[in-house]
């Protein structure tokens, strides 16, 4: 996979993601970055409905482990101009 490969890592995290067990109670640290990871992929990709599974397994599962205060664009890292890391 080379730099800037979206679909690359789309499929790198899919693929990690496959035998995840689905409940956000039981995520780990891991597995809950990989989600948010999956979901901003898939917001680049241009699939935003794909990707808010993900984005909500994400932030249930980074809420429990870490507390409330998170807000789902501060999981995603969503910037002013609607996509990831922009401003």
Do not use: C, K
């Not at 995520?27 to 999956?38: D, K, V």
């Amino acid at each position: 996979m080379s730099s800037g490969d979206l679909a690359g890592a789309q499929q790198l995290l899919s693929d990690a993601l496959t035998d995840a067990d689905p409940r956000p109670a039981n995520a780990t640290p891991e597995l809950a970055e990989a989600a948010s990871l999956q979901a901003r992929v898939l917001i680049a990709l241009g699939e935003p409905h794909s990707a808010r599974g993900w984005a909500a397994f994400a932030y249930a599962a980074t809420t429990r482990l870490h507390g409330g205060g998170l807000t789902l664009d501060d999981l995603l890292d969503v910037g002013h101009d609607g996509l990831t890391g922009g401003a």
